[in-house]
């Protein structure tokens, strides 16, 4: 994420840089186009396979936005908004033991998750995007099974930006630094208390992480202008007999589009909408931070791994139902599709796809399918249908919207908040699908965290 006016200039300078053929910010590419050289490697246009045919979900067909609401929020008919914390100020705990917890509720809040609690309820994480300085971390709202809440309390400090992270299938939290030598801290999410750090997944921009349980990976994006799409695979040491990971041993590294491998930029989005194999490779000093390591490979005229991801964002780990994968499988995919990885980049605002099973990518959603441009993807969630959720972070713009994505055709806007210099953050649906939390970050100079109850006849899946 990060500051409205950084992300223009960002923005900016890479396609200028690449409009007249300039490596932007320091990056060895060209025009991918021409054929141009990029860090001693030809970046050359291969033609993709078919597309996925991926299904809509409940949220695809919802009616349009209703006026804006007292909390400056505008969403369809039936569904309703609350506040529950604002940032600096004690939360309010209906449920629990006294009338307001004694955390305030964290500044900046950004990437956040849902997580079922033990006995009933779940717990929301939301991280503190608090910039340069060892004052961020990660704060957690607890709600019962009727979804009131009953306490609300920090589960990691002293740390920087804490941008966004992920959830594991263990009902950890992971929340990452978006300092480029930022760092992945796992939380526990049901209790006060302070993460650990795991070296083990890189030092880098990180922004978020998403755990493919089925083959012992972690895979994450990197929010810089020349980033990377990383895949940490675990050792078979580091993995226990429930199958949780320590994220103490393993091997990092960084995904090659067939075509724009080693420093290429697809540029154009044609080049990327349908499926594209890839392969991994190694990255060199996973211990070293890795923008650095990246600018030392250029100058000595070395290779620099990996396709370029100009500013990686939200990522989920969707796995797919049985009756979806027999709707997604096709003569030419070898493999039956089982997971999915979706993944935003901001600064040319597209949605990715990863079919893991059949190790291909696929470009599903861009600017040209909309009639008013995203200004910045960020965040990105799956519901419990499989509609794949992206906020936007705008730039220079009052109003920030939460659009459900219509792959390869579009997309609809479910959400608008209309605060001023603000982005949304964070969504997260509960574990019934009744309730949707996020954040807008910079509401009122500090941020503020709210609850959207959807219609019963969508998340129960009775008749309208």
């Not at 509720?105 to 849902?114: K, L």
């Not at 994006?221 to 050792?235: H, K, L, M, V």
Request: charged letters at 20%; hydrophobic letters at 40%; one cysteine or more.
């Amino acid at each position: 994420m990060g500051s409205v006016k950084r992300r223009s200039l960002l923005q900016q300078a890479f396609f200028s840089a690449l409009s007249v053929g300039v490596a932007p910010l320091g990056v060895g590419l060209l025009n991918a186009s021409s054929g141009a050289r990029a860090a001693g490697n030809i970046c050359m246009l291969v033609s993709g396979r078919d597309q996925l045919q991926l299904p809509t979900g409940r949220l695809a067909n919802i009616g349009p936005l209703q006026i804006v609401d007292s909390l400056g929020i505008a969403l369809p008919k039936g569904f309703a908004a609350r506040k529950l914390a604002e940032a600096k100020k004690p939360v309010a705990t209906p449920a629990g033991k006294s009338a307001y917890s004694r955390y305030k509720w964290h500044t900046f809040p950004d990437g956040g998750a849902v997580l079922p609690r033990p006995n009933g309820g779940w717990v929301y994480t939301s991280n503190s995007e608090i910039p340069l300085l060892p004052l961020g971390g990660c704060g957690a709202l607890a709600f019962n099974a009727e979804g009131l809440v009953e306490d609300a309390y920090s589960i990691l400090k002293r740390t920087t930006q804490n941008c966004a992270g992920g959830a594991t299938p263990w009902h950890t939290w992971i929340s990452c630094e978006e300092s480029k030598d930022g760092l992945c801290w796992e939380c526990n999410p049901f209790e006060e208390g302070q993460g650990v750090a795991k070296p083990a997944l890189g030092r880098f921009a990180h922004e978020a992480v998403a755990v493919d349980s089925l083959r012992r990976t972690v895979y994450l994006t990197e929010d810089i202008n020349d980033g990377r799409f990383y895949r940490w695979t675990a050792a078979p040491g580091d993995v226990d007999e429930n199958g949780r990971m320590a994220f103490e041993q393993g091997l990092l590294e960084v995904m090659n589009i067939v075509g724009f491998h080693d420093d290429c930029y697809p540029l154009s989005d044609a080049f990327v909408r349908r499926q594209l194999g890839v392969s991994w490779v190694p990255v060199i000093e996973p211990e070293g931070q890795q923008d650095k390591v990246r600018a030392s490979l250029r100058e000595q005229k070395s290779t620099v791994p990996g396709t370029v991801f100009a500013g990686g964002e939200g990522l989920w780990a969707y796995r797919v139902p049985p009756e979806t994968a027999r709707a997604l499988h096709s003569s030419s995919a070898p493999a039956d599709v089982d997971t999915l990885i979706f993944w935003t980049t901001k600064i040319d605002n597209r949605v990715w796809v990863l079919d893991v099973a059949n190790q291909r990518v696929e470009l599903i959603f861009d600017n040209s399918q909309i009639d008013t441009p995203f200004k910045s993807v960020d965040n990105l969630t799956v519901s419990p249908w499989g509609d794949v959720l992206v906020a936007e972070d705008p730039p220079e713009r009052d109003v920030s919207r939460l659009i459900v994505v219509l792959p390869n055709r579009g997309a609809q806007s479910l959400m608008e908040i209309h605060h001023p210099g603000s982005e949304i953050c964070g969504p997260a649906f509960s574990p019934d699908g009744s309730r949707l939390y996020f954040s807008s970050q910079r509401y009122d100079r500090g941020g503020a965290t709210y609850e959207v109850q959807l219609p019963v006849q969508i998340w129960s899946g009775a008749p309208g």
